[in-house]
């Protein structure tokens, strides 16, 4: 009976988790494409460098130089490029790699982005917001370029 209880308990948690299986909810948003010049990520609190396959995760800050560029590819395949003295949150990601639906939030709080949005735009469009100091932007699947002026952070 005990054995019972444990195989019965083991295939309740493996269908409990089956059922979030490929909805990414992680903090594993994307991953840098491009690197140039002076680019930090921001994390914890901590600053490090961004280089060419630098892991961009939800809640994490990426800022770039006066000569800093940055090209990050999310998980959903939305392309992100940061340009000099920008300042890029990631509020939230997830994406369900099944059905390509997820939520996406990205605040700019300084300087320019360029995006080219990915699944999913596509799949749910309501889900996916970029913002900046003055302006929340609805995305509807296409490719767009945010300038959010050079404010002090």
Known sequence: MKHRNRAVSCIGVILLLGSYGSLVIAQD????KLAKGSSF???????????????IMAKDSVLTGSDGAVGIMLRDNTMLSAGPNSVLQMNRFAFD????????DVTVKRGTVAVISGKVAKATPGNVNFSTPTMTLGVRG???????GQRPD
Do not use: K, P, W, Y
């Open 97 to 104: 790699t099944t059905t390509h639906a997820g939520n996406i």
């Open 29 to 32: 948003a994307g991953i840098v």
């Open 41 to 55: 990520l921001l994390r914890s609190g901590e600053r490090q460098a961004i280089s060419i396959g630098t892991t």
């Open 142 to 148: 296409t490719e767009f370029i945010i300038d959010a």
